[in-house]
């Protein structure tokens, strides 16, 4: 079972974050996208790497995986995910993007969607409509 905690967005956990997602409005649509392993689709976002904060990380993802070239990003909290005796901890941003361009990560992203509400498939189930309902402040499934 999996267990979804949130904290201030200013939190710093015992352990270190690992990773930043980042919920993203363009034209008043949520954007999603989907590695190009699976078919599934999940909020844009990824590791921090050693030598990035989140917010770089963040700004670094947003960047790479949707094309967002002009943008606003908020921290809206910390999180974590508990399962199997295990926790790891994150930063979860919201992006209000104004212009866009090309994906920068191809490698990985096969595509990008704009949707109103979560998609039915998401790579993450377990996870995701908590991290977005913390920032849309409602369920959207």
């Not at 990003?73 to 209000?96: P, W």
Request: contains cysteine; hydrophobic residues 40%.
């Amino acid at each position: 079972m999996v267990k979804i905690s949130f904290y201030a967005a200013d939190h710093v956990p015992g352990g270190k974050l690992t990773y930043s997602i980042i919920a993203s409005k363009y034209l008043g649509k949520w954007i999603f996208v989907r590695h190009h392993l699976r078919k599934t689709f999940e909020i844009p976002g990824g590791h921090i790497e050693a030598d990035e904060t989140p917010l770089e990380a963040a700004e670094r993802e947003l960047k790479e995986e949707t094309g967002a070239i002009d943008f606003k990003l908020d921290c809206i909290c910390t999180y974590s995910v508990e399962s199997d005796d295990q926790v790891e901890f994150g930063r979860l941003y919201l992006a209000e993007i104004s212009k866009i361009g090309p994906v920068i990560d191809t490698f990985e992203i096969e595509e990008i969607i704009f949707q109103e509400n979560l998609p039915e498939m998401l790579t993450y189930p377990e996870i995701q409509p908590f991290l977005f309902k913390k920032v849309t402040g409602n369920d959207q499934r």
